[in-house]
């Protein structure tokens, strides 16, 4: 997913982040505090989601998810709830953290960004709701 969070000076600031989701309404990935997104989001919690398959042709099947969003680096408090969540299932390539690994001394720590407003990607040529140009449509959900 690309991350889009606010920088000091008020630019944009956008991050590709690997991301695991707990039923599309949370979503997670690890970062470190030292980050410049992470002390964006810490600083400014508001952030912008996309999300799409950058490995497909351009075509009909293309599509894109906007999402809205508070984000914050989880609480120690909730840290074993949130990594059961985050991990409760592993995508090819990746592997779960533990509550170790994401707090103490450790490095890194696990955000989370709870969905606040979502935006479907429509083609213009859409042939239900297509407008001639490409737009986002709000949904419920």
Same mark, same amino acid.
């Not at 996309?50 to 999402?67: C, H, K, M, Q, T």
């Given at each position: 997913?690309?991350?889009?969070?606010?920088?000091?000076?008020?630019?944009?600031?956008?991050?590709?982040?690997?991301?695991?989701?707990?039923?599309?309404?949370?979503?997670?990935?690890?970062?470190?505090?030292?980050?410049?997104?992470?002390?964006?989001?810490?600083?400014?919690?508001?952030?912008?989601?996309?999300?799409?398959? &950058?490995? !497909?042709? %351009? /075509?009909?099947?293309?599509?894109? =998810?906007?999402?809205?969003?508070? @984000? *914050?680096?989880?609480?120690?408090?909730?840290?074993?709830?949130?990594?059961?969540?985050?991990? &409760?299932? !592993?995508? %090819? /390539?990746?592997?779960?953290?533990? =509550?170790?690994?994401?707090?103490? @001394? *450790?490095?890194?720590?696990?955000?989370?960004?709870?969905?606040?407003?979502?935006?479907?990607?429509?083609?213009?040529?859409?042939?239900?709701?297509?407008?001639? =140009?490409?737009?986002?449509?709000?949904?419920?959900?």
């Amino acid at each position: 997913m690309v991350l889009g969070t606010v920088q000091p000076d008020g630019a944009p600031r956008v991050s590709p982040v690997y991301y695991s989701h707990a039923g599309y309404r949370d979503f997670y990935w690890i970062s470190s505090p030292r980050a410049q997104h992470s002390r964006n989001v810490a600083a400014r919690p508001r952030v912008e989601i996309v999300i799409f398959n &950058s490995r !497909v042709d %351009p /075509g009909p099947e293309v599509a894109a =998810v906007y999402l809205g969003a508070t @984000a *914050a680096q989880v609480p120690d408090t909730e840290l074993v709830p949130a990594v059961d969540a985050a991990f &409760s299932s !592993v995508r %090819p /390539g990746a592997r779960a953290y533990g =509550v170790d690994e994401l707090s103490g @001394a *450790a490095e890194l720590r696990l955000y989370r960004a709870s969905v606040t407003s979502t935006e479907i990607h429509v083609r213009g040529s859409d042939p239900e709701r297509g407008t001639g =140009v490409d737009r986002r449509l709000a949904v419920d959900g």
